[in-house]
């Protein structure tokens, strides 16, 4: 319940967080912002998922396609104890994996084609586990809710930067601004998007660690997870995620655009060497 309240504070801060972004527009964009923040996580909550895989350029498999994928996905949401999720595949060398969807009966699992070409059947068992785990543990809704707030406070940010930069940085009476006032847009349009990353980080690290624990026990060996980790960190640093949604990123399983997370301090990913030797010191 902690880990929910915390969560739920944090989805919160974003809101708030988004309407004083708006706030730049006077009070009448301080509503605005408001009516966006209810209106995102009103979307995020019933189709929040649909817009993450679209971002991905995910598609969901057919039947009778990556039958031995879809095997292991049926056999271990059995194990899990959920219904199985719509298996999606994204067109993508880079790889990785994410799950999405408000709640066990409404989720998805999409994987790229490079996670397929690179790790071996046990491995791939480890990352399936991995994601079904955050089906299982239902923290993939608050995660789609933050990744749609934070896209909406990135954009509102880009739209304060080119409203600066056509309006010469006038006020409301058309006043010329001057270069305290500049700097103060120039503060909102870099520091916005970092604080919201931020937030997104408070709220991905620790379900990492948790989605690791209990994935290991779903495919019932630790080693499957901490081996596909080691290749991910390795596969995404040689070919990193190419037009890849930075408010998405807390989704995948390892940051897609350096396997090196543990060298950034301002990953939304916990260090990929910290999670293998968890994963390692587990004893069963």
Known sequence: MGSRIKSMILLFLLSILLVLVGSFFGKQGAVIAFV????????????????VLATSRARE???????????????LSMSAGIPVPRLYIIPSPSPNAF???RDPRHASVAVTEGIMNLLNEQELKGVLAHELSHVKNRD??????????ASAVTMLARMIQWAAIFG???DSEGRGGNILS?????????LAPLAATLLQLALSRSREYLADESGARIC?????????????AKGVTAIPMQNANPSISPLYIVNPFSGRSF???????????????KLEQLGF
């Open 263 to 277: 060298a950034n301090i301002f990953s939304t990913h916990p260090p990929l060497e910290e999670r293998i030797k």
């Open 61 to 75: 498999v057919k039947p009778g396609e990556y039958s031995r994928l879809t095997s292991m996905l049926q056999e």
């Open 168 to 170: 010469g940085g006038r």
């Open 99 to 101: 799950a999405t969807g």
């Open 36 to 51: 966006i923040a209810l209106g995102m996580n009103w979307i995020a909550y019933f189709f929040g998922d649909k817009v």
């Open 182 to 190: 500049l700097a103060g847009v120039m503060a909102m349009v870099i």
């Open 140 to 149: 993939i809704l608050l995660a789609t809710i933050a990744a749609t707030i």
């Open 220 to 232: 019932g060996n630790p080693l499957f997870l901490s081996g596909a980790l080691r290749k991910l």
